[in-house]
C-alpha cells in the first residue's frame, strides 16, 4: 500500500507543477502581459488546463485512490494519509464527471472573457461582455449539471468552493444577517455627519503607496523571501508554490483606502498561503480548507485587526513618514473613525464592513436568478440597478459601478460571491476566540506584535492547510459552528461606539 500511495503521490504532484505553471501564466496576464498577447495566453492556458484535467483524472488515478481510500483512513482520521485520501478523493470524483472537451472549452472562454470584461469594463460597456456572460452562464449550468444537484444548480456550484453548503442554507442566514445590519446601517445614516473620511482623500503619490503597503504587509508577517507585491488592476493573491505567494494591489491617485486595505486583504490570504505546512506542498492538502475561510483570514487582517483603533495608532505615524505633512493635524481617533466611515456605495471591494454583506447578496440573487433561469443576462444590468437601489438608494450611472464592477465572471466563477459574507461571520467567531486565549489583541496591535496574532492563527488554523472540511475545523479551531450573532454584535458595538447612537 506504501508503494501504491507514493505512486499516487507522485502522479499527483506532477498534475500540481502543471498547476502551478497555469497559476504563473495567470498571474502574468493581470500583471504584465501585453492586451495583445490574450488570445495566445488563452490558448497556453487552456492547453495546460487540459494537460493536467487529462493526467488528473486517468482512469489508473481513480484506480489507486478507490485502492488505498479505506487503507489511509484506518491509519487514524488526522493522519496525512487519510486526509490526503480524503481531499484527493473530493477532487477527483468531481473532475472526472467533466469531459476533457469541456474543461478545454471552459479555459479558453474565460481566457477570452478576461480580455472582454477588462476593455468592457474600462468603457463601461455591458453590451461588449454579454455575449461572454451568456456563454459562461451557460457553461457553468452545464457544470452544475455534470456535477448533479438537488434543487439549484445553484448548489453544485456552491460546492466547489465551500464543500457541503446549499443555497437553503445561505437564504436564511442572509436574511438574519440583513434583519439585523438594517436597524444599524439606519443608525449610522442618521448621525453620518459625525464622522468624516476626507483625511483619505486628496492627492497620493501612487509610488509612495505601494511603498507603504509593502511595509505594513511586512510587519503583519508577510514573508517577501517567500512572496511578492504587484500592481493590476483588480487585486488577488495567487499561490503559486508555499514558498511563491504572490499579492497585487490597486493603488488609487485620490483614494488611499483602496491601496492600503487591499493590500491587507490580499495579505492575509498570503499569510494563510504561506502558513500551510511545507509537507504539504504538491499535494491536494495545500491550500485553504474553503474560500470562506480564507477569506476569513483576509477579512480578520483587514478589518478585525486593519481597522481597529489601535491599529490607528501603530501605523499612523507610517502614514506622516510615507506622506509628509498630511497627517500631521491628524490623531488616531480620527484616522480611526475615517477609515471606518459607513455610507452606501456602489462598488463591493471598497464597501465598508457593515454594507459590504449587502453587495453578497445582492450578487447571490441575481446569480441564483441567472442560473435557475429566471433572469435573462440581457436584463440583468437592470435588475442590477433596481436591486442597487433597494439596498443602497442608489443606481448606478455606469456599468463599470455596477453590473460589471466584478472580475469573477469573467474568470468563470458563479456560485462563489456568498464565501465573502461566510468569511465575514467566520473571521468576527476566530476574533472572540482568539482575544479570549490571548486576552485580547489591542494591546499586541498597538506595539505592532502581530507575529503573537499570526502565531495563533498559524497554530490553530493555517497549518491545517486543507485536512479538514470547513465545519469540523472551525470545530476544532474555535469549537464553533458558523454564526451570524458574533458579527452582528461586532459591527453593532464597534459602529455605535464611532457614531454615537
Ligand atoms: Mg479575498
Redesign the pocket.
Known sequence: MRDKFNLLKKKYSEVADISSATSLLHWDQQVYMPSGGTAARARATSALEELAHRKFTAPETGKLIADLYDWAQSLGHDSFEASYLRAVKRDYDKAAKLPPAFVAEFSKTVSEALGAWTKARADSDFSAFSPYLSKILDLNIRKAEIFGFEKSPYDALLDIYEPGVKKEHIEPLFKKLADGLKPIIKNINANSDRVSGDCLRGVFDEDAQLRLTGEIIKDLGYDLSRGRQDRSAHP??VGVSINDVRITTRTQKEYLPAAIYGSI??C??ALYAQGVPPEFESTPLCDGASLGV??SQ??FWENIVGRSLSFSKWVLPKYRAHFPGKFDHISPEDLYKAVNKSAPSFIRVEADEVTYNLHIMLRFEIETLLLERRLKVADAPEFWNARMKDYFGLTPRKASDGILQDIHWSLGSMGYFPT?TL?NLLSAQIHNKLSAELGGMDALIEKGDFHTILGWLRAKIHTHGRKYLPDELMKKAINDELRVEPFLDYIKSKYSGIYKF
Do not use: C, K, L, N
Open positions: 488577488f493573491t486583504h490580499e492575509g490570504h480564507h477569506e483576509s477579512r465573502y468569511g
